[in-house]
């Protein structure tokens, strides 16, 4: 499996100056290959780098390897899209190979800059060693909040799957963001709590408009987001965990498409639109992947509505958000637990060794 990883970099002051300049030349580079790009209408790599590579060397005093970067990053951003002229952003990420940027050991890197080679010092997270035999194809360099990254892509090794005893159902909301079939609920309560705080934090300096203010909303930037992601990364973790401690498949439902597909009202809305709802279930899957254990998506359709005793599917069963009571076998539980059993038994069903007919 690939993942990404983001490692920091701890550049000294002359460093930090040359890894900026240098970005800031890189994409003023690919500005102006863009440009002759648009107006020659060649989009592909090999013909963009025909036309401009002579030049951008000349003009940019870029190395070589730097040009070619650069051209390949314009020709892939009109891969996609070229029905109008591409602009990047003097900030904008520097792709690097392994030709001008080399890992020298598990803390440090060794990078090309206008100022030639620097050795730089980095880190990341604990939760996933960095391998450097494992490091596949190129990495980009980011800036965010004055701060550079490296985004690394690596190749690490699945667990040989399992053959599961039985399936966790696992069912996703915004009251509480996950509930098993097992009974256990995470709730969403303080996610709820850290919206609410800095969406009326960000109203009250978006009015006043200071220049003051503007700073505040820059440096509480991605607070919420950073800890949505912390907390549904914990959540999948000990989901996991629990299923390769008991032998057991995880089963989610597919919910792509909800936002579109949402007719509730405007309040709704806004905090569905603002919860990571596919984030919790790619986290389930890929730490899944990883440790051997099956994940099935399951077609979502009534797991609310279905009694997990008698099977009776009707919208008056869901008195609440949080109560289920079957009108047709007076079946009384959880709201979200109930469904979470139901995800469980379709899981279940699509088990190859599953004697159910379904």
């Not at 701060?147 to 892509?153: D, I, K, Q």
């Not at 909301?173 to 996950?178: D, E, L, P, S, T």
């Not at 930037?221 to 401690?245: C, L, M, P, W, Y």
Request: with cysteine; glycine share 6%.
């Amino acid at each position: 499996m690939l993942l990404t990883i983001k490692v920091k970099l701890y550049p000294n002051e002359q460093q930090e100056k040359a890894l900026l300049e240098t970005m800031e030349r890189f994409n003023e580079a690919c500005n102006y290959i863009s440009k002759i790009a648009w107006s020659t209408h060649t989009f592909g790599k090999v013909g963009i780098q025909k036309i401009v590579y002579y030049d951008v060397r000349e003009k940019y005093n870029l190395s070589a390897q730097m040009v070619v970067r650069a051209v390949g990053k314009v020709a892939e951003s009109y891969r996609t899209d070229k029905t109008c002229q591409h602009e990047f952003n003097k900030h904008g990420a520097i792709v690097y190979d392994q030709r001008i940027l080399t890992f020298k050991a598990s803390d440090e890197i060794s990078i090309l800059t206008l100022e030639g080679r620097e050795r730089i010092t980095i880190k990341y997270g604990e939760y996933r060693q960095l391998n450097m035999e494992r490091v596949k194809g190129q990495v980009d360099l980011i800036y965010h909040n004055n701060t550079f990254y490296l985004m690394v892509v690596v190749d690490v090794l699945d667990a040989d799957p399992i053959d599961p005893d039985g399936v966790i159902g696992i069912d996703m909301g915004i009251v509480n963001i996950a509930t098993t079939s097992d009974g256990e609920v995470f709730s969403g309560n303080k996610c709820t709590e850290v919206r609410q705080r800095y969406s009326n934090l960000k109203a009250k300096l978006q009015s006043v408009g200071t220049r003051s203010a503007k700073k505040h909303l820059k440096k509480i930037s991605g607070k919420e987001r950073r800890f949505k992601k912390d907390t549904n990364h914990r959540i999948a973790k000990a989901i996991v965990q629990t299923a390769k401690d008991t032998n057991r498949a995880i089963a989610i439902e597919n919910l792509k498409g909800i936002r579109t597909n949402s007719t509730v009202n405007k309040a709704v809305r806004t905090v569905i639109g603002k919860w990571a709802f596919d984030e919790l279930g790619n986290f389930l899957k890929y730490k899944a992947t990883l440790a051997g254990i099956p994940v099935f998506e399951i077609d979502p359709k009534n797991t609310s509505r279905e009694c997990s005793a008698c099977g009776h599917i009707d919208k008056k069963n869901r008195k609440t958000q949080s109560e289920f009571l079957c009108i047709n076998c007076g079946h009384e539980e959880n709201a979200d637990i109930n469904a979470s059993k139901n995800i469980s038994f379709r899981g279940i069903c699509q088990l190859s060794h599953c004697p159910l007919s379904c």
